[in-house]
């Protein structure tokens, strides 16, 4: 998204001295570099952290046209279904050359052998810190294309100190993984430092450091439920004939010059009951939404060319496809309304019973009641199309012979695309925003909504 925050810099405390911090998670373009946090007078004078076109991590830095640092990680940032946390510590005043740039990921201290890099000199600034200039969060190079497309959660900048990582984050004791800590002991942010939490859905560039630090939108930012302490499922890249994916890995686009394309949710499920929307952006036959199982992922060409094909035996998917309702065996009788543009569709997966259900504007098409249980009144049942111990997923498939196709996917971010839900409807219990009701006991496709089954 062509979106960032911005503000002009205050003199800092130190221009060699400073903590970075924040959550992030990643899109699936690797096309163009994603800038997260720059200092920026002009391609001689800046201080940038980015992800490059090959999934490192870079921090580049010059002062007056002569290189500070220019260091990329050995680690690989490439998995779009996760949070990814970030601490550096910057100080050009240690003696130590290896001392002057230390960064961690998820609590982990990161290396930087195997791509060629330099060690900021001694004491020198890492960027002309002059009144005037600019401390961009989402872009690189300021109003480049460079922009960071995915989620930013927790950011912050401590001018003239250095915080332990462990004040940013934790190892949880049960599952092992890091966690936020949402009370870092910071005794000072220096002169320039903030701090954005980004939970002013009308001011997501609050500063809550206390310097009152406000940043200016520019573009359309969107602010969802979707954390680092609750990951919810986006569309993952990590298939092939993806098609083209925006707004944070939840638009799907296909083009009739590489049709058909294909995707799928980063987060599976084999037991419990979820709730997804999905808006139709461009109608016809096809595309379409629905459930994939895992025996389908194998399909290397596309993951639903029963679309294309009334059967197809290496097929375990249902797929609503602008009037029916698709699955191995061909088209399924019953009751669906024709899909037009703007039309937001339903699914319910019902695993605990067996059922699978599909709705269109609030309607449950074919007299469908999510909520019958083992009666699934309406539903279709999955053991007729699924082998047992199947991980289902959700996704569908986009574009056909000189067509292209959209569909906007709500897994319970609370938009579709970069708009806001018109009218949220009863939530559920642990997280999600949706446009219609959530069915009782069902979830949204997120970590706390698993976990709860």
């Not at 959550?23 to 720059?38: H, L, Q």
């Not at 949220?424 to 949204?444: K, L, N, R, V």
Request: charged share 15%; hydrophobic share 30%; net charge negative.
């Amino acid at each position: 998204m062509a979106s960032y925050l911005y503000r002009q810099t205050t003199v800092p405390t130190s221009e060699k001295k400073f903590t970075i911090s924040t959550w992030m998670k990643i899109s699936a373009d690797t096309s163009v570099e994603k800038g997260i946090i720059e200092w920026y007078r002009s391609a001689n004078d800046r201080y940038q952290v980015l992800i490059d076109t090959t999934g490192k991590m870079r921090i580049h830095s010059q002062v007056a046209g002569s290189t500070g640092i220019n260091i990329y990680t050995d680690m690989l940032f490439r998995d779009p279904s996760a949070w990814y946390h970030i601490v550096i510590h910057n100080d050009t005043a240690e003696s130590s050359a290896t001392d002057r740039f230390k960064l961690w990921v998820n609590g982990e201290a990161q290396t930087f052998s195997t791509y060629s890099y330099t060690y900021n000199g001694s004491n020198i600034n890492c960027f002309d810190g002059t009144s005037g200039d600019a401390v961009n969060v989402g872009v690189r190079d300021e109003t480049s294309s460079k922009f960071f497309d995915g989620s930013l959660s927790d950011t912050y900048y401590v001018d003239g100190s250095l915080i332990a990582y462990t004040q940013f984050g934790q190892t949880d004791s049960t599952s092992g993984i890091w966690k936020p800590n949402t009370s870092p002991t910071i005794s000072s942010f220096g002169n320039a430092g903030f701090h954005l939490k980004y939970e002013n859905s009308g001011n997501l560039g609050l500063d809550s450091s206390g310097n009152s630090l406000n940043m200016t939108v520019s573009g359309t930012l969107t602010q969802n439920v979707d954390t680092p302490s609750n990951n919810f499922a986006t569309l993952t890249p990590l298939v092939s004939r993806k098609g083209t994916l925006t707004n944070g890995n939840l638009t799907h686009e296909g083009s009739g010059a590489t049709a058909p394309n294909n995707i799928i949710s980063s987060l599976g499920v084999t037991s419990g009951k979820f709730y997804v929307e999905a808006k139709i952006i461009t109608a016809n036959n096809y595309n379409g939404f629905g459930i994939v199982g895992e025996k389908n992922l194998a399909i290397n060409t596309t993951l639903a060319n029963y679309l294309t094909s009334s059967t197809n035996s290496n097929s375990e998917c249902l797929q609503y496809v602008y009037s029916d309702i698709y699955a191995p065996s061909g088209v399924l009788s019953g009751t669906y309304a024709t899909l037009a543009t703007n039309d937001i569709g339903q699914i319910a997966l019902d695993l605990n019973n067996g059922y699978a259900y599909f709705g269109v504007n609030g309607t449950w098409q074919n007299s469908g009641n999510p909520e019958s249980g083992s009666s699934g009144t309406g539903g279709i049942q999955l053991s007729t199309y699924f082998g047992s111990d199947t991980t289902y997923f959700f996704g569908g498939e986009q574009g056909g012979a000189s067509n292209t196709r959209k569909i906007e996917w709500n897994f319970g971010q609370g938009y579709f695309g970069t708009t806001a839900v018109a009218s949220a409807g009863t939530a559920p219990s642990q997280g999600g925003i949706f446009e219609y009701d959530c069915p009782s006991g069902y979830q949204a496709l997120c970590t706390k909504g698993i976990n709860s089954f």
